[in-house]
Structures are given as structure tokens and as C-alpha cells.
């Protein structure tokens, strides 16, 4: 997410979609958003369809990539990742 920030320099605030996940709702990672102008959208509670576009995403990205490579490597696999996303 930070290099996606760093990488993409935006102008607005920038919707960051989660779901109801401790790691998400922790006063570090709201500080770490508020940081760098990035806004919580969380799913709520019990709901699967809030988050649907973000899951297909993920769904697919491992389906295409992650399922059919086998990397040498943690840098071969973010690299390929984020070429992925990327593209």
C-alpha cells in the first residue's frame, strides 16, 4: 500500500477498503492512513457483498498468477506481483 502511495503520488484522498479485521480497526494502521491521506471504507459486519470488488480482485490475481508460477523467491514474487497489478 505505502508503495503503491509512493509510487502513484496522489492529488485526493484515496479510498482503502477493508474488512472488520482487527489489523484494520487498530489505532497504528488508522494513524498510518491518516498519515498519508488514505481513508478507511470498511465492510460491515457479517456482510460478504460490501467487499465484492476487492475480492474478485484477489480471487483472480492469485487464479492467473499465484497459483500457476512457482517463484524462487520472495523479491521474483513481488516483483511479478506487482507487475501484475501494474499492467
Not at 482487527?22 to 492512513?33: P, R, T, V
Amino acid at each position: 500500500l505505502l508503495m503503491a502511495v509512493w509510487r502513484r503520488q496522489p492529488k485526493q484522498e484515496v479510498l482503502v477498503h477493508s474488512d472488520q479485521g482487527s489489523q484494520f480497526s487498530s489505532d497504528d494502521w488508522q494513524d498510518s492512513l491518516k498519515a498519508h491521506r488514505l481513508v478507511r471504507s470498511m465492510s460491515r459486519c457479517g456482510n460478504c457483498h460490501d467487499n465484492a470488488v476487492a475480492e474478485s480482485f484477489f480471487q483472480l490475481r492469485k487464479r492467473e498468477r499465484i497459483k500457476r508460477k512457482t517463484y524462487h523467491g520472495r523479491e521474483e514474487a513481488r516483483r511479478d506481483i506487482f507487475d501484475y497489478i501494474e499492467m
